[in-house]
């Protein structure tokens, strides 16, 4: 282990540097579950930008953190990168990484069934009244919007959590292995540098991400498909979890 002026003079830590900048941008836009959950839930569920910012602050900062805790511990008890690969930490850690899979299908499993359940619900029809004049008329009836608004409520407060929860369990791969080369050059200052630069490339990248397709998607007239944002939300998250899980994106 060398001090930080030695690490820098030699160029090793500049390397690590440069990759961690590089792979926090690469692992987050080539990996769709970082960024399709919060542009179909906002849609869905109507959040303001505000909102939809915030919690997809929030999430980003607990995927990286998450790994960062891992992987400061690791070093901790002395294990070198070469160490990693084959390891049973990174078994656990691969594990880890099933179990966000699929927690994203089932939860949007759920989200699908429900979404489509409010969907056919929400088909407006014709009601046919004879007043006592004898009159008849009729009107459209909608059953969505009159009786679901409790549930929709329910639902939007917990998505937020149900997010947050699967990108605390989502590992950020390429992260861990990364803070222990950099340990070994030159400890936790090395560790220090290499999680920032990857983490806030991480988020930043999520966050501008989701913004730039947000304002794309909200350009689009979507008109009846509205009332199946839901269960399309519930379909993008299977599709991501399934992409994770089967095809190792």
């Excluded at 690469?26 to 915030?54: C, E, V």
């Excluded at 950099?182 to 501008?208: D, R």
């Amino acid at each position: 282990m060398t001090d930080l002026q030695t690490a820098l003079a030699s160029g090793n830590l500049i390397v690590l540097l440069w990759t961690a900048g590089t792979l926090g941008f690469l692992h987050t836009i080539l990996g769709p579950d970082h960024y399709i959950p919060f542009i179909m839930m906002s849609k869905a569920q109507n959040w303001s930008k505000r909102k939809t910012a915030l919690i997809t602050f929030l999430c980003a900062v607990g995927h990286v953190v998450s790994s960062v805790i891992i992987g400061i511990l690791l070093a901790w008890v002395g294990m070198a990168a070469t160490d990693w690969a084959g390891s049973e930490f990174a078994f656990w850690h691969g594990i880890r990484g099933n179990l966000s899979a699929w927690l994203l299908i089932g939860v949007g499993f759920a989200f699908m069934v429900w979404g489509i359940k409010n969907a056919l619900r929400g088909k407006t029809h014709s009601h046919v009244h004879i007043h006592d004049d004898s009159v008849k008329h009729s009107h459209e009836h909608d059953h969505k919007s009159e009786h679901m608004h409790v549930h929709k409520s329910s639902v939007s407060t917990i998505t937020p959590w149900i997010l947050f929860t699967i990108f605390i369990f989502g590992p950020c791969e390429s992260l861990i292995p990364l803070m222990l080369s950099a340990w070994s050059i030159s400890g936790y200052t090395g560790i220090t540098l290499v999680s920032l630069i990857f983490g806030v490339t991480t988020v930043i990248t999520i966050m501008a991400t989701v913004s730039v397709l947000m304002m794309g998607i909200n350009k689009i007239p979507l008109g009846n498909l509205n009332r199946w944002s839901t269960a399309l939300a519930g379909f993008s998250l299977i599709a991501c979890g399934s992409a994770i899980q089967f095809l190792g994106l």
